[in-house]
């Protein structure tokens, strides 16, 4: 089994910052794409970044220049750091990833728990 567990959400006023994280543990092969999303109540879960194994990023328009995705390789562990955050931004984050295990050979999509971001006016 695969897990993913993220930390560094919270409550952040406008303009200022948070660094998530999120470490992949379990049976792991290998991990192709990770990346962020996000859900805000009542609306769908849309993406905010991804990462390639490779490095290769893509974010949201909504979030560009402004938040960074990155990754560990070694620690299986993907970052989404937010910067000038906004009360739009409000939203549960969750980390997903394409892991392939030792007894499978395909790649299968795992989601984290998700995490709490809070941006007050």
């Known amino acids: 089994q695969v897990q993913l567990v993220e930390s560094g959400g919270g409550l952040v006023q406008a303009g200022g910052s948070l660094r998530l994280s999120c470490a992949a543990s379990g049976s792991i092969f290998s991990i192709n794409a990770m990346g962020w999303y996000r859900q805000a109540p009542g609306k769908q879960r849309d993406v905010v970044a991804t990462?390639?194994?490779?490095?290769?990023?893509n974010y949201a328009d909504s979030v560009k220049g402004r938040f960074t995705v990155s990754r560990d390789n070694a620690k299986n562990t993907v970052y989404l750091q937010m910067n000038s955050l906004k009360p739009e931004d409000t939203s549960v984050y969750y980390c997903?990833?394409?892991?392939?295990?030792?007894?499978?050979?395909?790649?299968?999509?795992?989601w984290g728990q998700g995490t709490q971001v809070t941006v007050s006016s």
């Open positions: 997903n990833a394409q892991v392939r295990t030792y007894s499978g050979i395909n790649y299968l999509r795992y």
């Open positions: 990462i390639t194994s490779s490095g290769s990023t």
